[in-house]
């Protein structure tokens, strides 16, 4: 599995870039299974590390999405409305989820540290 | 073969049954006695099929039914264990069947005889003071004893805003918290399955209005330290739900009301033998400790000196929580498999519903993974993972199930289980059974390494094969015609 470096990630899956852009691992879609539907962050909302966000909905199970990082919700990705699965096709590309302006990681890791955990499970 | 929708079977000015004019009935135009915009201008859109045609369409369909009485149906969390008929016999006995809700009390003092007598049983098997029958469902039941904490609080004048939930539990748990307006913290599982009791000490405080919790818990584990969970959420303040789902293993053993429960719902329709599983009906009832009485739905069963009477008068209660008394069908069959088992009955009813999902466990362990290594009580859960990992998911190995006969255990749940395989045998069924069970489940195993394409594709000997789950939840079409629309 990959998880790329210049990411960080959170022990709950999601991982955030240093744009701020944000989304769920490979092992999150992996082990999620097939997403049919996904409740997006408003755009504006301040939210603070370790908020439930959003929603992920697969055919497995119904998951919150926790924010890795504080600040303002500064776009949502209008397009999972309609094609929820590319969570699973590309979740560090065409599946992010939200971006945060002023982002402040909240309790993050390396990608290294992140393997470990993921390896460790 | 694919078998067609009964829309499929219309052929226009087809019809079941054709009425001649009855010339003693004068004719009426609609637009006489009805305002036009009341009056459908497009067509009914209803299939136009024959008598025979419609009896032989759903009795085909009646024919792919799999259920209890075709045969094993170990869905974790569930309960599907095998119902006597004779419950069914007493449930359709005029006196209970071919009553009237609004019926005077004096005419159907049987009916509120049994009823009562149920009550009676659920407080004694629950180690609870006062039974309300009324909630329709296990869900229900929930959102009625959660209210009525709710209340209680209220009436002592605190206003305590949160509700603990385990990380295994029910997804009813958190979603009847959430619907009372409570906020909902998880409490984490220990390495032994149980509550993490140190974590449930740091997460109480004075905003805890109390704790919900099912024992054993959905991975089928006794919480061995319930007597130390209860003291910490009663020294907070807070009290004690338990949610009954799995009641079957414990029934007579050992009872809510001496672990420190407050507040219990039993599912009848699982544990007390009413066939569950289509959407209903199922029951509910709620039992509570004599502080909470006051709370319960009204009407409640009283007594007098006419006999048994509902009363209306219930100053405290949360109200009515559906319509008349809860459903009564469900509640004599309840009653008649009480009395039918009796207490040493209903003893052995658990012992063999925990001896029964302990022999599988056995037998299954050398082919699949065991997370916890306890005894467990009435069901287990296997985690899939090294399957996985070898090319078949637990939704594969499930799929495979219904080629060798038999309902599909419960996937993905709990939660706190990778790829989670979740058994429950209940006691109703024999040692043969469980032992072809294990048979197949052993040969599913080898068929991962030898043709796993078996599992991928499966299921193969039903008339649908596997289906698109995805494709479905993103685009359900749900009606003939968003079907002919879209489809």
């Not at chain 1, 945060?100 to 390896?119: C, F, I, N, T």
């Not at chain 2, 094993?72 to 007493?90: H, Q, R, V």
């Not at chain 2, 005419?107 to 009550?119: I, S």
């Not at chain 2, 109703?428 to 069970?437: N, P």
Request: aromatic fraction near 8%.
């Amino acid at each position: 599995m990959q998880f790329p470096e210049n990411l960080k990630y959170t022990s709950d899956h999601e991982w955030i870039g240093p744009d701020g852009r944000i989304g769920v691992t490979e092992y999150a879609q992996d082990a999620l299974g097939d997403v049919v539907f996904v409740e997006l962050p408003e755009v504006g909302a301040e939210v603070q590390s370790g908020d439930a966000v959003g929603v992920i909905e697969s055919v497995k199970s119904v998951s919150d999405l926790y924010s890795p990082a504080s600040g303002r919700v500064a776009r949502v990705n209008d397009q999972l409305k309609e094609k929820p699965e590319l969570i699973n096709q590309d979740p560090y590309g065409e599946g992010w989820i939200f971006e945060l302006e002023d982002a402040v990681p909240g309790d993050v890791m390396s990608s290294a540290d992140y393997q470990k955990q993921v390896e460790g499970d | 073969m694919d078998v067609p929708v009964i829309f499929e079977r219309s052929r226009p000015g087809r019809r079941g049954v054709r009425f001649d004019a009855h010339h003693d009935v004068p004719d009426v135009r609609l637009e006489d006695v009805l305002p036009s915009h009341l009056i459908r201008s497009t067509p009914l859109g209803l299939p136009e099929v024959a008598e025979n045609d419609v009896v032989r369409h759903y009795t085909e369909l009646s024919t792919l039914n799999y259920g209890v009485d075709t045969g094993f149906y170990p869905l974790g969390s569930c309960t599907m264990k095998y119902n006597p008929k004779i419950n069914d016999w007493a449930a359709s006995l005029p006196g209970f069947a071919d009553v009237h809700p609004l019926q005077p009390d004096s005419t159907v003092q049987g009916l509120l005889k049994v009823l009562h007598a149920l009550e009676e049983g659920l407080k004694e098997i629950s180690g609870m003071d006062a039974v309300s029958l009324q909630p329709a469902a296990g869900a229900h039941g929930e959102l009625t004893g959660i209210l009525m904490i709710k209340a209680y609080l209220k009436d002592r004048g605190e206003n305590r805003t949160t509700i603990l939930v385990p990380d295994s539990a029910h997804g009813t748990n958190p979603a009847t918290a959430a619907m009372a307006g409570f906020q909902v913290k998880v409490v984490p599982s220990n390495d032994r399955g149980g509550v993490d009791v140190a974590a449930l000490r740091s997460l109480v405080d004075a905003n805890t209005a109390g704790l919900m919790l099912t024992n054993p818990n959905t991975l089928g584990l006794f919480e061995e330290d319930i007597v130390e969970i209860a003291d910490i959420v009663h020294q907070a303040g807070g009290l004690l739900y338990y949610d009954g789902a799995n009641a079957n293993a414990i029934m007579g053993r050992v009872r809510p009301g001496d672990m420190g429960f407050d507040v219990v719902h039993l599912n009848l329709h699982k544990t007390f033998s009413t066939p569950h599983g289509g959407g209903g009906p199922g029951s509910g009832p709620v039992g509570v400790k004599k502080a909470l009485e006051p709370y319960l739905p009204y009407p409640r069963l009283m007594s007098g000196d006419d006999g048994l009477h509902w009363d209306y008068n219930r100053g405290k209660s949360i109200g009515k929580v559906r319509s008349f008394f809860g459903n009564v069908g469900v509640l004599v069959r309840a009653y008649a498999y009480l009395r039918s088992h009796g207490a040493e009955g209903l003893k052995a009813v658990s012992e063999t519903a925990v001896l029964n999902a302990n022999y599988l466990r056995q037998q299954l362990s050398d082919a699949y993974h065991t997370p916890y290594q306890r005894t467990v009580k009435h069901e287990f859960v296997l985690s899939l993972t090294p399957q996985k990992n070898r090319g078949a998911r637990a939704l594969d190995v499930a799929k495979r199930i219904i080629d060798y006969g038999f309902y599909p255990p419960t996937v993905y749940f709990p939660l706190v289980v990778e790829e989670a395989l979740m058994v429950e045998p209940t006691e109703t069924e024999s040692k043969e059974t469980l032992d072809r069970f294990v048979e197949a489940m052993q040969a599913i195993n080898r068929e991962i390494d030898e043709s796993p394409e078996l599992l991928h594709e499966a299921p193969h000997q039903t008339v649908v094969r596997r289906f698109d789950e995805a494709t479905a939840a993103r685009h359900p079409i749900l009606t003939w015609t968003q079907l002919q629309q879209e489809g």
